[in-house]
């Protein structure tokens, strides 16, 4: 009898500041953060000091997110393309000149300062996706989840000395300083970029012009075929409208008006936020492993809605931070559980493009939500507080059952109970060859299949067999040799790394999904287990087979792009078990970018065997 495994030690959440790039990068994030909120302070104040409007404050917040609908998705391809270290860089110098002329010319016309802003927030449309695509790359995936919280912090929490600041600023004295702290922020995180190592993406296919609206499709073809991904957008949506774009343009308008704050208070309450964020951040990193990322997710939009309509309602600048805090501690599970969704979801070479899609989203609604934010001139600012906040519980309340995200911990249990409960032996019952019609079901199920040419469907159709499963049966099991992968024509799969009497990274497979693929092409034992979780129809194919389609067009790019982001996902603890693979191969396989041949995107990924 083999002897079980020790259990192996989870890395500090703090790990992964002994990776000189991610420190580098963090502590540039950290200062510009600081300096962002002291232009997004000064000039809201500034233009509520000589406007006395809330549609100005909300224009004011408009502007910094309208140039996403016009730079966002072009700004993903960009950072897909080229090399992400010189697109940061380049922006960080181009914001500092912007933002430095912000004191030269706002004597000029106050328009400028609405222009100015655009300017700088038309440039970070392509540094911020920059960054969030190359986390991944320098941050291994048992610490993803820590180094996600902690840039967080530095991506947001930071704002808390910049939002006191620019209070501060403001009620001593001349609150252009704001700007010029700004410019000096934006330097010294070049200065950090410019000495970051990052891993150029490699790039195959047309580079041109030409190519961005291709690539656009692309991108957002993944978006849309990745069900947890596509259960984000109408998520993605409501928080723009009720949080990006009515509450943070309400927050300065809400303090003066129904609080009677002066400036310093109202940038104490964006502050104390920010340390709310910090300390969420800080808590999640230690424990963010315990629930899936639509768990977090679901938890911190029920409480930021709850902590909302408090803040409405409150009557008194003390409850009103308290309340904020509150929910700047909820935002820090929504921001990293989000962020975690769309890096471990979307293939490494279309990151850039899914990141900018959300962006886009995000702006666009939010700039709706802001120009919302005007009615507080003629309706009670609290109602629409208070609407804002519902808005946010409905959105986590949807969320818990959307597809992929909320996943309850009652179903989780149930399907590790499905894998525990399998017979120890796997196989299919009652194999037979494959028809016509079991093909143009899986040509249906899995559009990349009609690219295959006459003798690509014979070989599928002599050596495939249909396969039936019923609930419970264990198709493949961890250890097995890897003789055939499958491909999913009916019912629902579980499958999950087994881990003493426990299951990890457990995911379901349905119509059109693909398991096996690894074992099948690279000769290794099989790395999970794989149960039915309702009765099953499969297509067995032998890796001889496997391997000879993959010279197929699309069909390469379409395995491959599974295979690399299983891989990606895969436990650094579980890669042994990949034993007869070489490590040189193996490396190959974690950061090849799959070569285009049809232009269709890898299909989305789930977990393997």
Not at 474 to 491: I, K, S, T
Request: aromatic share 6%.
């Amino acid at each position: 009898m083999t002897a079980a495994a020790p259990p192996v030690a989870q890395p500090s959440a703090f790990a992964v500041f002994r990776r000189r790039t991610f420190t580098l990068l963090w502590s540039g994030q950290f200062i510009s953060t600081i300096g962002d909120a002291l232009l997004i302070a000064g000039a809201g104040i500034l233009i509520f000091q000589r406007t006395n409007s809330a549609l100005s404050v909300g224009l004011m917040a408009a502007a910094t997110v309208a140039p996403a609908i016009v730079f966002g998705l072009i700004a993903g391809v960009v950072v897909d393309r080229y090399d992400r270290r010189r697109i940061m860089l380049a922006a960080d110098l181009l914001r500092a000149v912007i933002v430095l002329l912000i004191p030269v010319l706002i004597g000029i016309d106050l328009i400028l300062l609405y222009v100015l802003v655009a300017a700088s927030a038309a440039v970070s449309e392509f540094f911020n996706p920059a960054l969030d695509a190359t986390l991944p790359e320098i941050a291994p995936d048992e610490e993803l989840g820590a180094a996600n919280s902690l840039m967080a912090i530095s991506s947001f929490g930071s704002t808390a000395v910049g939002f006191a600041a620019g209070g501060l600023i403001a009620a001593l004295g001349d609150v252009q300083w704001a700007f010029v702290l700004d410019g000096i922020s934006f330097a010294f995180s070049a200065i950090c970029t410019y000495f970051a190592t990052i891993p150029k993406i490699p790039v195959s296919g047309d580079s041109s012009i030409r190519a961005v609206g291709s690539n656009l499709k692309d991108g957002i073809r993944v978006l849309m075929q990745t069900p947890i991904l596509r259960s984000m957008l109408p998520i993605s949506i409501v928080y723009a409208v009720a949080c990006i774009g009515i509450w943070n343009a309400l927050l300065l308008p809400f303090s003066v008006r129904a609080l009677g704050a002066n400036t310093f208070e109202y940038g104490l309450q964006e502050g104390l936020t920010s340390v709310g964020f910090v300390i969420g951040s800080l808590v999640l990193a230690q424990v963010v492993g315990r629930l899936r990322e639509g768990q977090w997710l679901v938890m911190g939009y029920l409480a930021m809605g709850l902590m909302g309509i408090a803040y409405g309602l409150s009557h008194s600048i003390e409850l009103a931070i308290a309340a904020v805090a509150l929910s700047g501690f909820a935002n820090a599970f929504t921001s990293t559980a989000g962020r975690l969704i769309r890096q471990r979801n979307t293939p490494r070479e279309y990151r850039g493009r899914v990141m900018s899609a959300f962006s886009v989203i995000a702006s666009v609604f939010g700039i709706i939500g802001m120009v919302l934010a005007g009615l507080a001139d003629v309706i009670d600012i609290r109602l629409l507080i208070v609407v804002a906040s519902l808005a946010t519980v409905v959105i986590g309340l949807f969320a818990a059952v959307l597809p992929g995200l909320g996943q309850p911990p009652a179903e989780w249990r149930r399907l590790a109970q499905v894998l525990r409960a399998a017979p120890a032996k796997a196989g299919l019952a009652g194999l037979r060859p494959v028809t016509l019609a079991d093909f143009e079901t899986l040509v249906g199920l899995v559009p990349t299949l009609h690219n295959l040419d006459r003798s690509g469907r014979e070989d599928l159709l002599v050596h495939g067999q249909i396969g039936e499963a019923p609930a419970g049966t264990r198709v493949v099991a961890q250890g097995d040799p890897g003789e055939a992968a499958y491909f999913v024509l009916e019912g629902k799969a579980v499958a999950g790394i087994p881990s003493g009497d426990e299951y990890r990274s457990l995911s379901e497979m349905g119509p059109g999904d693909f398991f096996g693929e690894i074992a099948a092409l690279t000769g290794t034992n099989r790395t999970a287990n794989v149960v039915a979780a309702e009765p099953m129809t499969l297509l067995e194919v032998p890796a001889a087979t496997l391997r000879r389609l993959m010279h197929a067009p699309g069909m390469g790019e379409l395995v491959m792009g599974k295979m690399s982001e299983r891989l990606a996902r895969t436990s650094l603890t579980d890669l042994p078990k990949l034993g007869g693979l070489d490590q040189a191969d193996l490396r190959e396989l974690r950061t090849a970018a799959p070569t285009s041949s049809s232009g269709t995107p890898p299909a989305p990924a789930e977990a393997g065997a």
